[in-house]
């Protein structure tokens, strides 16, 4: 083998190193090698703590030489320190008890290393909402006011029909027909096609909100319109064919009225129900409030066409069903903002709080005006633009703030923590056989 070529140095190195560490440091007769040359020697028991231990040809090693590291029991040679290595002529060599740089120590003994990781915040990924928001737009917020009006002014032309008051039964039945002809046009333009309300009707499903909706206002609608079309009996000829529809009309319309009415507050708060039943946060955790907020204010905007539209004399219902309206709205409106912890947010800020602060506003306005202007046409019509206008804001506010609650993730994520947090603090919920205190 040739001296210059870089096998010769590796060979040279090695038997340097085996004439001063000797054959037990390096797999050699009498050591004990497990992988590579990490051996042990046994020491001389003759030489006590003080004695010799075997050295590079078998005899000992004075023992006042360095031994090196503390890591190895028995003789680390004197390769194995600094020392060793510059009196051997070698390149130093790291002592086995001194760690790398950098890697940190083990604590906690055999569990390994102990980190104390910083309680995580929420997050998504890059900020992006979780939850894809309502693709619903401006036209099923208008559908929520248009539904709610249809019902409650049915509800006011019913009280109309049956304590003899003409123009308030009129001016509801007329109104409850114009709305929900407005509400069937804003949810079949919401569908895109006509022919999927129609589809809709195969199907009757009572744990659904939306199968449950479409067939209340398939059977609103008709009464609805047989009851409005009856307030023109009194324009058709009294004989002839003609004259039979004018007979007949008027019974047929106090029936389609009370129908109507029958129908109505199914028509007033299934909508609640419907936007409680999806995934979205501020909508799902309001489920017991919903439905009641929708039915105050189906009543209010009922008792505002009632104002507008009917003589002081003959508003004394419409009155009684903005009080009872305003206080349904108020009070499902105070527990939304007050009751859902951090979901009320949505509802208390951007635009749905400015649209909700507006509608508690004209709805206390209204109310006032309508028990106090009894006499008063002027103060009455003003009342009852105020109640519809409250009305709108509120179904808006509505909505906006569940669209407000899906694209925030935090709306998402937080309220989940907090679940999870407080089902950890009850603890494990144990049932079944053996789960009781003796076993049984």
């Not at 086995?96 to 120590?105: C, H, S």
């Not at 890059?126 to 509800?155: C, E, H, M, N, Q």
């Not at 029909?161 to 407005?182: D, E, F, H, M, Y």
């Amino acid at each position: 083998m040739s001296p210059e070529r870089p096998v010769g140095d590796l060979f040279r190195r090695f038997r340097d190193r085996l004439a001063v560490e000797g054959p037990h440091r390096l797999g050699g007769p009498g050591g004990h090698t497990g992988h590579g040359a990490k051996v042990t020697p046994t020491p001389d028991p003759a030489g006590g703590a003080g004695g010799a231990w075997p050295g590079a040809n078998g005899g000992p090693v004075p023992a006042g030489r360095e031994r090196g590291s503390r890591a190895t029991a028995g003789d680390p040679g004197p390769a194995r320190t600094d020392a060793g290595a510059r009196e051997a002529g070698l390149a130093p060599y790291p002592p086995r008890d001194v760690e790398p740089a950098g890697r940190p120590r083990r604590r906690g003994g055999r569990g390994g290393e102990q980190l104390t990781v910083p309680p995580a915040t929420f997050t998504s990924y890059y900020g992006r909402p979780i939850l894809k928001a309502p693709v619903w737009k401006w036209d099923i917020a208008a559908y929520l006011f248009t539904g709610g009006l249809a019902a409650g002014s049915s509800l006011l032309a019913a009280g109309g029909q049956l304590t003899g008051r003409p123009a308030l039964r009129r001016a509801g039945r007329v109104t409850s027909l114009a709305a929900v002809s407005a509400s069937a046009y804003f949810l079949v333009n919401d569908l895109g096609k006509p022919s999927r309300f129609h589809h809709m009707l195969r199907v009757a499903k009572l744990t659904s909100p939306m199968s449950m909706g479409t067939w209340i206002l398939t059977a609103f609608g008709p009464a609805a319109g047989v009851a409005a079309v009856a307030e023109a009996a009194s324009w058709l000829p009294e004989r002839g064919l003609l004259g039979f529809g004018r007979r007949l009309l008027p019974p047929a319309g106090d029936a389609a009225g009370l129908v109507a009415a029958v129908t109505a507050p199914a028509l007033a708060t299934y909508t609640g129900v419907l936007l409680a039943d999806t995934a979205v946060p501020a909508w799902h955790e309001a489920y017991p409030e919903l439905p009641t907020i929708f039915a105050g204010s189906a009543l209010a905007s009922g008792a505002g066409v009632g104002l507008l539209a009917a003589p002081p004399a003959q508003a004394g219902p419409a009155r009684r069903f903005a009080v009872a309206g305003a206080a349904l709205e108020l009070w499902g409106s105070h527990r939304v903002e007050n009751r859902l912890g951090l979901l009320s947010e949505p509802y208390a800020t951007g635009t749905a709080g400015r649209l909700l602060r507006a509608g508690r506003a004209l709805t206390a306005a209204g109310v006032a005006g309508a028990l106090v202007g009894r006499r008063s046409r002027v103060l009455s019509a003003l009342s009852g633009g105020a109640l519809l206008a409250a009305s709108v804001c509120t179904r808006f506010g509505i909505f906006h703030g569940g669209v407000a609650s899906a694209k925030d993730p935090k709306y998402t994520v937080v309220p989940q923590r907090e679940r999870a947090g407080r089902r950890e603090s009850r603890g494990p919920e144990v049932s079944g056989p053996g789960a009781g205190p003796n076993g049984g």
